[in-house]
């Protein structure tokens, strides 16, 4: 089946008539102007037609653009920027005077600048970069922001290659493979020049994989196809960090699947105002600094990116209902790289922490929410709304359930021909099912078991999948002493440091994780005591400080609001931001308005926007 027809498109996220024209290559030529904090250029897009001569009209997605002029084919074209519809932009129509043959292809070519309302970017002057000396920028797409960067079909469903050629006065990185740095212009006095540093994506990515950061960038090796990309004064705690693991991930990713198809992996560490723990770019997964916890206990997100180069970046969700075909996959291909390079139990602990994160999920929204499906419906929604743990952890129970019920030998050999099949497409869930059913077809006894699989209940019932047994023999350490805490009041007992000073930072984020989804919180004494004696609150793992301050705040510590408030100025990655200000405005609201006014402008566009619902509401101008 085609991966795009001429009927209606099946991404609900896009204005673009992506159904009657496709992108198939990406030329970006752009100027990072750090005085403007603008991005400047053209973008010349290659369109094929998808019907015979029927259409006469492009249209495009952009979000805050400032469109200054469109060719088609080198000549002046028609165009009109429509008016803004929330969430989805402003489209671009490009009025044809006579249609396409069927397969014949356009070129689009776009001068244009980005604005300060830009979604995708976020700039730092010098003074708000760690050494102070020089500006840097980098960009966020997914889901829908590509948009706010260039016009384009910001869908999922669309794949092109891309050519970047990107003029900066600092080094630049790219989701792209490096072809090399050129045309040196001089700066005005006192100024440095410019190069124009290129790259090239072969492989078709869709547009929420374009990505570039560019700043005072230096770079050290991290095994034999990877580099880190960071800071100067950051670089040798980033090498550190992750130089034990970054081939052994390579290697045992391979093993699951089948080789790597992007030659390199990189990986770039983005200041602390980086939204998410890691985005899966392609050449370059984007990284927060809040995983060089200098105890290599959180490069589990780099195993997690790592597996998106196979499921997400190579093999795509059409679109973002069908977003656990994402990040349900990599979850699964991630615990499977833990399972390989450290022991079987590790796939088992990383998935009972998952069941508590989709716990978390369903509490936050109840269990009837349309968000809690793993295919919700998110017509006239922005996906970055129904972003949650759900379609991540839903989808993995799912796919681990599917491992189970016909067989892990089986499973292993089904793994790499559904990447095949898909390589270089996109595909919805039900293509997923077909997929499935049709490898197994030939195997009566895996047919059989898989006739009696739920479709329609796994991908539309609200709420909670059966729960797997997995093996606790790394969590039953964590879920004991929880019990214990819980018990304290009848039964009591006294905490020592040698309770948890043998645990890994992970078995601390279990047990705190436990607490969190017990109905009945600890009385405040209790929490203060656990502090006292665990030092939860004192260490560099923000995952575990974040989650000490969670269980103090749900209990109304109050020793807690100053030192939470103080982390909300340090850390601008959303799993960490989002949750604690909900907390802590329940808690003293006066005091989560007055920190989120104080940071506003050290959060990434998105999680300004995002944290300002949550406080205010939708209608806040
Ligand atoms: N692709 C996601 C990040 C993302 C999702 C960005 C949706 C924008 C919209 C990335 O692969 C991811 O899942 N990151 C996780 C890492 C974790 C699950 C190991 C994160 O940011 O916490
Ligand atoms: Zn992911």
């Known amino acids: 089946m085609a991966h795009v027809t001429a009927s209606t498109p099946r991404d609900p996220n896009t204005l673009s008539n992506y159904n009657k024209w496709r992108t198939s290559h990406v030329t970006a030529n752009l100027e990072i102007d750090f005085a403007t904090q603008w991005l400047k250029g053209n973008v010349v897009l290659r369109l094929k037609s998808l019907t015979d001569s029927e259409s006469k009209e492009i249209r495009l997605d952009t979000s805050y653009l400032d469109i200054k002029d469109v060719k088609l084919n080198g000549a002046a074209a028609k165009w009109a920027l429509e008016p803004r519809s929330e969430p989805y932009g402003s489209p671009l129509s490009i009025i044809l005077d006579k249609g396409v043959a069927k397969d014949k292809e356009v070129e689009l070519d776009i001068s244009l600048r980005t ?37 384009c079909q910001d869908t999922p469903d669309v794949k092109a290659t891309v050519d970047f050629n990107i003029r900066s006065r600092l080094p630049v990185v790219a989701s792209g493979l490096p072809t090399g740095t050129k045309d040196f212009r001089p700066g005005k006095p006192g100024e440095s020049g410019t190069l124009l540093y290129t790259f090239r994506q072969g492989i078709p990515i869709p547009s929420y994989l374009f990505a570039i950061a560019s700043g005072d960038l230096a770079s050290a090796s991290v095994g034999p196809r990877s580099t880190v990309v960071t800071g100067p004064e950051e670089l040798t705690d980033c090498k550190w960090e992750l130089e034990h693991d970054m081939e ?13 198809a992007w030659t390199t992996y990189n990986v770039l560490v983005l200041p602390s105002s980086f939204p998410y723990g890691g985005m899966e770019n392609p050449i370059f997964t ?20 790592l597996a998106h180069s196979w499921s997400g970046n190579l093999v795509s ?48 929204y109840g269990k009837d929410h349309e968000f809690t499906k793993l295919v919700p419906d998110l017509k006239g929604k922005d996906p970055d709304d129904a972003f949650s743990s759900i379609p991540y952890e839903k989808g993995f129970v799912f796919l681990y359930y599917l491992d189970t019920l016909v067989g892990r ?17 996109s595909l919805d869930s039900f293509e997923f099912k077909k997929t499935l059913l049709d490898f197994f077809a030939s195997d009566a006894e895996a047919s059989e078991k898989l006739a009696g699989v739920d479709w329609d209940t796994w991908f539309f019932a ?37 309770d948890v000073s043998r645990w890994t930072a992970n078995q601390a984020v279990l047990f705190l994780e436990t607490l969190l989804g017990s109905l009945s919180p600890l009385s405040t004494n209790d929490i203060a005591d656990m502090g006292a004696v665990y030092a939860f609150d004192k260490g560099e793992n923000v995952e575990v400080v ?18 939470t408030a103080e982390l909300l100025g340090k850390v601008g990655r959303m799993k ?6 909900r907390e802590l405005n329940r808690c003293d609201r006066g005091l989560a308005v007055k920190t989120f006014e104080k940071y506003a402008g050290f959060y990434h566009p998105i999680c300004r926007g995002l944290v300002e619902k949550d406080l205010f509401g939708e209608g806040r101008e």
């Open 115 to 151: 604005t300060d309302s830009c979604t995708a970017l976020q700039w730092f002057s010098p003074a708000q970069t760690s050494n102070k000396k020089h500006p840097y920028m980098f960009s966020q797409c997914q889901a829908i922001h590509a948009r706010s960067v260039f016009p």
């Open 409 to 425: 030998e089986k499973w292993d050999k089904y793994i790499p021909h559904y990447f095949k099949t898909w390589q270089q497409k």
């Open 462 to 498: 609200p709420g909670y999948p059966p729960k797997p047994a997995f093996d606790d023999t790394l969590a039953k350490p964590c879920t004991d002493l929880a019990s214990k805490w819980q018990h304290r009041q009848t039964t009591p007992f006294t905490p020592k440091p040698e």
């Open 317 to 364: 969700n059409a679109s973002w209902e069908h977003f656990w075909l994402n990040e349900g996959w990599t979850t699964y291909i991630e615990r499977r790289i833990q399972g390989a390079v450290h022991s079987e139990p590790h796939f088992h602990f990383s998935a009972l922490i998952g069941w508590r994160a989709l716990e978390g999920s369903v509490e936050m």
């Open 248 to 260: 052994r991930f390579l290697e045992a990713a391979e093993k699951i699947v089948f080789p790597y």
């Open 546 to 563: 974040a989650r000490y301050f969670q269980v103090g705040l749900k209990a109304r510590l109050e020793s807690v609001y100053v030192p």
């Open 576 to 581: 960490f931001v989002r949750p604690l200000f």
């Open 286 to 305: 984007f990284a927060t600094p809040t995983i060089i916890s200098k105890d290599r206990e959180n490069i589990d997100v780099i195993a997690h990116e």
